[in-house]
């Protein structure tokens, strides 16, 4: 699949894009996420300065980033585990 080019509006302001096909829609579907963050930070705080909105939006994905990066790290070291432990009890199993 070619690439293509579309328009995202992020924050009042269109940003001409070349992307490929199968991933417009996960960019579209992530530039609704920033415009919806955006917004309910707009709603909630007293902060009308798009730069800082944005400086916000980004520190809250960053951060889930992060996390989500952390729980899979310590989620594949107890799998990790878990199949030496299995290992170790087959080889014990086996071995007898």
Avoid: C
């Avoid at 963050?37 to 939006?57: F, T, W």
């Avoid at 310590?74 to 432990?85: F, G, L």
Wanted: aromatic residues 8%; glycine residues 2%.
């Amino acid at each position: 699949m070619g690439e293509i080019s579309i328009k995202i509006n992020i924050a009042d302001r269109v940003y001409p894009l070349k992307v490929n096909m199968e991933e417009e829609e996960i960019i579209r579907r992530a530039a609704k996420l920033i415009n919806d963050r955006i917004k309910e930070y707009q709603e909630n705080y007293a902060v009308r300065d798009k730069q800082d909105l944005l400086a916000m939006s980004v520190l809250h994905y960053a951060t889930s980033s992060l996390k989500a990066e952390k729980k899979v790290t310590v989620e594949d070291s107890e799998v990790a585990d878990k199949v030496y432990q299995l290992d170790h009890l087959l080889s014990d199993f086996f071995s007898k």
